[in-house]
């Protein structure tokens, strides 16, 4: 029977939740068990698809083209051995939306639809479901306790504890234990407030996990746990760490993992953590830096770019290197000559995936800066469409653009996925389309590399499976075109031959990709993309 543990949060948002279950949820694949994770969202938006990265960070994609909130690239970067799926991560608006369709379906026989049980029980489904065929599965419950919105699914949690009893569910609350610097001390009432937030509601948390930017005593270790009826071995600290991924070491070191198996009576080997230990040991010893010019549009919060920044510190690791990542803002770029000393004094450039047509010219100015001055250039999705544009208009010379720019373009290099294939069967991209819905190429798809290209030597693979998030494709109408002038065409998609990636044959490292690589990036052996990109990137620094 698959173990759930619950894990909530309390006093703050923003205290690193997905990070420290994920924490958690490694320690225990590491002692052989098989462990999920599942986000539930309190919001109304049906998936965060549709959010705004300045809201809410990057939306993350799952193999089967599910459209996540960003904890979930933390859940596999985390866990080696489970991937995360549509089921894992619903949102109240998921949740409302299945319950309405029943209702008009007249599936509730007549009865009055209610919070509980009706909404409760499609959310206590989601969860079983979301658990089967592992032996642990960690539910984060997004918001903060007292939240008005998270109350549906806190009372279904309620309920499952009780279903589940004691030897299969567990409460884990995070908490913030402030450091008042005039009075020179950490504070642990808002600990104890925000368990008795818990306690009102019927949750009593079995471990709470106290954040802090500075040690805690022993005192208020005791303190807390007296206050909040949870046992002292249970309060975790988790002061500030100089990585996220020195945290499973931190908890592990508390024991407990040791704890949670007692608890649901599982007999396991002791948790081998080396691997994580060489990782952030290489992390936090790296003296080597080199710097990658990002350039896009949602700079002011790192957050847009999660896993993107993820995997080039993976990278770094990889290649002995720590990556500074300096942001350009795409936009600004058009015009700020002073900005443009960033790309000039960048060893590497990235244009990461966007959409719509703000910052595009600032993104195409640094990628000619790039492609002309030899500089090892990234572009994924959005920045290998703007890489093509850039080529066809001054390589080519034509008045190239995207049909998501410019619905009339005399050059359409990328297009609409309507009305792929003409008569002839070959691939035509109209340019008038205007049919956005249901047109997302979203998931993991297979690539078939072409031999001799740069691509398949990276990945020493002919077939590769990446994800995609993107409506735009390139128009097979100019391949001809590009690859006379230098441009190759390096992967195309084992199912409607769509072009996948380009790259320039006489440069020194030069690959844009549709799909993106960011998503499936691990800290145990980065991602041979990023691998081989920060490497040339330490190539161009000597
Ligand atoms: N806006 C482009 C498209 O829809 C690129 C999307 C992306 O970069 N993820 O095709």
Not at 327 to 334: N, S
Not at 499 to 511: D, F, K, L, Q, T
Request: aromatic share 8%; with cysteine.
């Amino acid at each position: 029977m698959t173990k759930f543990i619950f894990v909530t949060g309390g006093v703050v948002s923003s205290l690193g939740k997905g990070i420290t279950a994920a924490s958690v949820a490694a320690i225990l694949e590491a002692r052989g068990l098989k462990v999920t994770m599942t986000k539930m969202d309190p919001y109304i938006n049906i998936d965060p698809g549709t959010m705004s990265p300045f809201q809410h960070g990057e939306v993350f994609v799952t193999e089967d083209g599910a459209e996540t909130d960003l904890d979930l690239g933390y859940y596999e970067r985390f866990l080696r051995h489970s991937k995360m799926t549509q089921r894992n991560n619903f949102t109240s608006g998921r949740i409302y939306s299945a319950v309405i369709e029943k209702e008009r379906r007249g599936d509730y026989l007549g009865g009055t639809v209610q919070v509980i049980p009706h909404i409760t029980d499609e959310i206590k489904a989601r969860i079983r479901a979301s658990g089967e065929g592992y032996d642990i599965a960690m539910i984060e419950i997004g918001g903060t306790v007292g939240d008005i919105e998270s109350l549906p699914f806190m009372e279904a949690v309620r309920q499952m504890q009780v279903e589940l009893g004691r030897n299969n569910a567990m409460l884990m609350h995070l908490t913030l234990v402030p450091y008042i610097a005039s009075a020179g001390e950490s504070k642990t009432k808002p600990t104890q407030h925000s368990v008795k937030e818990l306690r009102s509601i019927g949750l009593q948390p079995d471990v709470l996990i106290c954040r802090s930017e500075h040690a805690i005593s022993d005192d208020n270790r005791l303190k807390i746990a007296s206050f909040t009826n949870v046992e002292q071995r249970a309060v975790i600290l988790c002061p500030d760490a100089k990585s996220i991924y020195q945290i499973p070491s931190i908890l592990h070191a508390q024991h407990l993992d040791d704890l949670i198996c007692e608890r649901f009576g599982l007999d396991t080997p002791e948790a081998d953590l080396s691997d994580w230990h060489q990782f952030t040991q290489a992390l936090l010893n790296t003296q080597e830096t080199v710097t990658v010019a990002m350039v896009g549009k949602y700079v002011e919060l790192p957050d847009a770019y999660k896993s993107i920044n993820e995997a080039l510190l993976h990278a770094g690791v990889a290649n002995n290197v720590k990556v500074n990542i300096d942001y350009v803002d795409a936009e600004k770029l058009e015009n700020d000559d002073s900005l443009f000393e960033h790309i000039k004094a960048a060893d590497a450039v990235l244009v990461p995936g966007g959409f719509g047509e703000r910052g595009t010219l600032g993104k195409m100015k640094a990628i000619r800066y790039a492609r002309e001055n030899n500089v090892p250039y990234l572009g994924i999705c959005l920045g290998m469409q703007l890489a093509v544009i850039e080529f066809a208009r001054n390589v080519l010379g034509l008045d190239a653009n995207s049909t998501e720019f410019d619905k009339k373009t005399k050059a359409p290099l990328i297009g609409l996925i309507t009305e792929w294939f003409d008569e002839k069967g070959e691939l035509q991209l109209r340019s008038d389309a205007s049919d956005l819905g249901g047109t997302m190429r979203l998931g993991a798809q297979k690539a078939e590399l072409v031999e001799d290209s740069k691509l398949r030597q990276i990945y020493g693979s002919p077939v590769i499976t990446e994800r995609h998030r993107h409506r735009y494709e390139m128009n097979g109408r100019y391949i001809e075109q590009l690859e006379n002038a230098g441009m190759k065409i390096s992967g195309y998609s084992a199912k409607q031959h769509l072009v996948e990636s380009v790259e320039i044959a006489n440069h020194p490292w030069y690959v844009a990709v549709q799909f993106h690589p960011e998503f499936t990036s691990q800290p145990r052996g980065g991602h041979p993309l990023f691998n081989s990109f920060v490497a040339a990137a330490k190539q161009t620094k000597k």
